[in-house]
């Protein structure tokens, strides 16, 4: 199976301190997507970004950014200045096949100390 | 606009009954999911829908689990009879009908199976 992974199983951070999670795919797909969500404790996934295989370009939304490096199969979430509301679980997710599925990875629970 | 809408938010039944669980997609979303998520991994895809056909069911336990979406809007998930290891977030996702859109999920149903 194509996997996703997040080695990252837990990160605590002190709040205003910058914050990296990793994502590395596997893919056969020429043309495929790539999305980050967010599940905070009450439960609901929520859509954070998506990214065309296509669009290598770096993007900055407020205090998130993302680096996608296609060479390396990597898609990367930096949250800079941390808050503690931004205290969730992670997950990066990728299409597959014709009828884009997602596959998502086990998740990075990120907890911001006050 | 409205959010995905699933019901009920949380379920507790004994081993070998059954349950069902509705969920009312985004208006206008031609493509509807439901997923399960095990407490600490992320959500699985087990049953796509396009319209009121089935797209993909391949991670779909058919001995037990069933699912339809009639009319091409609101969908049932049903599991029957239910088993120890059925305990689990069940998440309804919808998404335009365009390449790669975005999934917006419900809040998901917490099912606990005694």
């Known amino acids: 199976a194509q996997k996703v992974t997040q080695a990252q199983t837990e990160i605590s951070v002190v709040e205003k301190e910058d914050v990296t999670l990793d994502c590395v795919y596997e893919?056969?797909?020429?043309?495929?997507?790539l999305f980050w969500y967010k599940q905070p404790p009450s439960g609901e996934l929520v859509f954070l970004i998506r990214?065309?295989?296509?669009?290598?370009q770096n993007e900055i939304s407020g205090r998130y950014s993302w680096n996608f490096q296609k060479s390396t199969s990597s898609f990367n979430f930096t949250i800079t200045a941390s808050q503690v509301v931004d205290s969730a679980v992670y997950f990066c997710a990728r299409t597959s096949g014709s009828a884009r599925q997602l596959t998502f990875g086990s998740g990075t629970q990120l907890t911001v100390l006050p | 606009e409205a959010g995905v809408a699933q019901s009920p938010r949380y379920k507790i039944i004994e081993k070998r009954q059954s349950v069902a669980f509705w969920c009312n997609p985004i208006?206008?979303?031609?493509?509807l999911y439901w997923y399960q998520q095990i407490l600490g991994q992320g959500p699985k895809l087990l049953i796509q829908?396009?319209?009121?056909?089935?797209?993909?069911d391949s991670q779909l336990p058919k001995d037990r689990f069933s699912a339809e979406r009639l009319k091409g809007v609101d969908s049932t998930l049903k599991i029957q009879p239910a088993k120890l290891e059925d305990s689990a977030v069940y998440l309804c996702a919808s998404s335009a009908d365009s390449p790669g859109g975005a999934q917006y999920f419900g809040p998901g149903t917490r099912l606990l199976v005694l």
């Open positions: 208006s206008g979303h031609a493509t």
């Open positions: 990214r065309n295989s296509f669009d290598e």
């Open positions: 893919t056969r797909d020429t043309t495929y997507y």
């Open positions: 829908f396009q319209n009121n056909g089935v797209v993909d």
